[in-house]
């Protein structure tokens, strides 16, 4: 009788002279990670100033149109800053590609930064309001792109990190965009007046954590990148920030003192998720394994 028992161990992955099969992203830190946050933000604050002018509540409304106009145009700024120079955002414009989340993207973010830039500088200069408001309600309609294109943006690349969840980015982004825009609501708004703001927080956290929740689920072995090191540990601090800022917005209805530490607590965890998840796709770009072997299974699957 002969011994079949396997005389070498189980094969360990590796690439040629463990380089990297594709590109990590060149992108800049805090640059990008700031234009995604503050450009879900923008597009919270947005649909929160809309929401606000329709049920007569102008000190939030004034709130949303200037957080609106403001993080649409740090937004433009921080783009820009990782880009290099003005021209290459021009350059973007000069097509238009249905085909490409980067000329979509571009194209929702110029109008959108446009219109709420007007709105912003009729409600602090006082200058044509009419006109202000119907600009500042025009951008409420790019607003729900404005939450999540960068989220098919990031997911659109090869990078493993961010391409194995593409179904939910975009719903952890969207969720995290409302969070932090009732956020801002619930910090710069009069108590009294913050009732969509606390409304849009709770849900938001809501989304953000269902979401986060079904990503690390579904994430496969590249959940690993989201789960160790500093992504790790950002993407920990931003769940334990958001459940705390939900569960503070909904007892802020009559104390100044919890919108404030729910609003500091909700726009913290909406920041941090975006360095998490830009962190965590980065270093799953520099590691060949979470490259190869989920190809390698979709194909045995196939």
């Known amino acids: ?16 002279y463990g380089r990297e099969v594709i590109k990590p992203p060149v992108w800049k830190v805090p640059d990008v990670p700031l234009y995604l946050y503050l450009g879900g933000m923008a597009g919270g604050a947005s649909m929160m100033a809309l929401g606000a002018e329709l049920t007569n509540r102008p000190a939030l409304g004034r709130v949303g149109r200037i ?16 880009l290099g120079r003005p021209l290459k955002f021009l350059n973007m414009l000069r ?26 500088a009729s409600e602090v200069t006082g200058w044509l309001p009419r006109l202000g408001k119907l600009s500042a309600g025009v951008s409420a309609v790019l607003a729900p792109a404005m939450t999540t294109y960068t989220a098919v943006l990031l997911s659109d690349t090869a990078v493993p990190g961010w391409h194995e969840v593409y179904r939910e980015l975009p719903f952890l982004f969207a969720g995290s965009a409302v969070a932090s825009a009732g956020a801002v609501g619930l910090l710069g708004a009069p108590v009294q007046q913050t009732a969509p703001a606390r409304r849009m927080a709770v849900a938001g956290a809501a989304l953000e954590i269902a979401a986060d929740h079904r990503l690390h689920r579904r994430a496969g072995m590249i959940d690993e990148v989201y789960q160790q090191g500093r992504p790790g540990t950002v993407l920990r601090v931003a769940r334990a920030l958001t459940a705390a800022g939900a569960i503070g917005a909904l007892f802020s209805g009559r104390s100044r003192l919890a919108a404030i530490g729910a ?19 980065r270093n799953s770009a520099r590691d060949p394994r979470y490259t190869v072997v989920p190809q390698r299974q979709r194909q045995a699957v196939r």
Do not use: N
Not at 1 to 14: C, I, K, L, N, Y
Not at 263 to 279: D, E, K, Q, V
């Open 263 to 281: 609003g500091l607590c909700l726009s913290a965890g909406s920041a941090a998720t975006r360095f998490g998840i830009f962190s965590g796709g």
């Open 1 to 16: 009788m002969t011994d079949e028992r396997p005389v070498a161990g189980e094969a360990q992955f590796s690439s040629y």
């Open 67 to 82: 957080a609106a106009g403001a993080g649409a145009a740090a937004s433009v700024v921080a783009l820009i800053h990782d």
């Open 95 to 120: 097509m238009f590609k249905p085909t490409s989340p980067l000329s979509v993207g571009s194209w929702i973010l110029a109008p959108f930064s446009a219109l709420t830039g007007a709105g912003m």
